[in-house]
C-alpha cells in the first residue's frame, strides 16, 4: 500500500469513527414549551420510529416505565412526557381544559420535530388523543393505540344515557378536596389485581399523590367537561383499544366499547379479568399486543 492508499484509508476510518460518535452521541435536549410558556418536561428513551405516550389522569410520565423499557428493546424511540401540573413540568394556575391539553400535546409533537408519531395513551390520555386529532388532524400521526380510555362523553345528559350524573363527580372531586391521599389509600385496590405486589401498588400510588391535589380535581373537571364523540369520527388511522373488562375506574361498556364504536375501523381487544391499571397488572400482553400494533 503506497502513502497516499494509507492516507485515504486513515481519513476513511477517522471520519467512520466519527460518524459512529455522531449517531451514539445523545440527542440535543429541547426544551418543549406550551403556547401559554409553560414548560412540559419529556424523557426521550431509545432509538427507531417515534413513540409518544400520553398519560393517565394524575399520574406523571414515569407510568410508563415497563412500556418504555419494553418498546425501546424493540426498536421504537419512545418519547413519554409529563402533562402540564404533573411530575416535572410547570404548575400554572390554569389550562387543564382539554383542548388546552391536546394543544399541549401538539406543542410535544412539533417542537420535537417528530414528522409521525405513534400515540400511546391511558385512561384520560385517550380524550387528550381524540380531541388532538380534532384540533390538529392527523398527519402527523400513523398509529394510536388507546389504553382502557375514559370518555368520551362522562356525564348523563339527554343525549348521553351511558354518563354519570354531574352531581356524582361533584362529590367526587369534593372529597379530593378535603383529603386527597385518602381517598387514592382507599381506592387503590380495584386499580389492581390481587397478584400485584405491594411495591408496585405503593409505587403508581405514590406517583398519584404526587401531583397536587388543585391540578387533579382541574384535570378531572377538565375531562368530565370534555365530549370527544364527534372528535372520535376525525380520527382516520389505524387505532388499538385495550379494556379490561373489571375496570371500576372507566367501565368497559360505557368507555372502551363507545371509543371503538366511534372511531371507524377500530380493534378492541377485552382483557377478562383485568383492571384500570392492566399496564401494570397485565404488563407482558399489553407491552406485546403493543409491539405487534406499532410494527404492523
Known amino acids: 500500500m503506497n502513502r497516499r492508499q494509507i492516507l ?8 467512520a469513527a466519527a460518524a459512529s460518535r455522531a449517531s451514539a452521541a445523545p ?23 417515534p413513540v409518544v405516550f400520553v398519560s393517565s389522569w394524575a399520574l406523571s410520565s414515569e407510568m410508563w416505565a415497563y412500556q418504555v ?14 402533562r402540564r401540573g404533573h411530575g416535572r413540568s410547570d404548575v ?16 410535544v409533537i412539533q417542537q420535537l420535530g417528530l414528522p409521525e408519531v405513534d400515540l400511546v395513551t391511558h385512561s ?3 380524550a387528550e388523543a381524540a380531541r388532538y386529532v380534532a384540533r390538529h388532524g392527523t398527519g402527523r400521526v400513523r ?27 361533584d362529590a367526587r ?41 388543585p391540578v387533579a380535581i382541574a384535570t378531572f373537571r377538565g375531562l368530565v367537561e370534555a365530549d370527544v364523540r ?8 389505524p387505532t388499538l383499544i385495550l379494556h379490561g373488562d373489571r375496570d371500576a375506574s372507566a367501565p368497559l361498556e360505557i368507555t372502551g366499547r363507545r371509543f371503538a364504536a366511534g372511531i371507524r375501523g377500530a380493534e378492541l381487544k377485552v382483557y377478562p379479568g383485568a383492571p384500570h391499571g392492566l399496564f401494570v397488572t397485565h404488563m407482558d400482553r399489553v407491552n406485546r399486543d403493543l409491539e405487534v400494533f406499532l410494527k404492523g
Not at 31 to 47: M, N, P, Q
Not at 94 to 105: E, P, S
Not at 147 to 165: E, F, I, R, Y
Open 69 to 82: 423499557a419494553h418498546l425501546a428493546e424493540a426498536g421504537f424511540r419512545c418519547i413519554a412526557f409529563d
Open 27 to 49: 440527542r440535543r435536549r429541547v426544551d418543549v414549551r406550551a403556547k401559554d410558556g409553560t414548560r412540559l418536561f419529556h424523557r426521550d428513551w431509545g432509538e427507531g420510529p
Open 92 to 107: 400554572p394556575a390554569g389550562g387543564y381544559d382539554m383542548d388546552t391539553l391536546a394543544d399541549d400535546l401538539a406543542a
Open 124 to 126: 384520560m390520555g385517550g
Open 173 to 213: 372531586m369534593a372529597e379530593w378536596k378535603a383529603d386527597f391521599p385518602a381517598w387514592a389509600r382507599a381506592n387503590q385496590a380495584p386499580f389492581f389485581t390481587p397478584q400485584t405486589s405491594p411495591a408496585m401498588q405503593a409505587w403508581l400510588v405514590d406517583l398519584m399523590l404526587a401531583t397536587p391535589a
Open 143 to 169: 398509529r394510536i393505540a388507546l389504553v382502557a380510555p375514559a370518555g368520551p362523553c362522562l356525564t348523563q345528559s339527554a343525549d348521553n344515557p351511558h354518563g354519570a350524573p354531574r352531581a356524582a363527580f
Open 8 to 15: 485515504s484509508a486513515s481519513l476513511a476510518a477517522a471520519g
Open 230 to 237: 364527534p372528535d372520535l369520527r376525525r380520527i382516520d388511522r
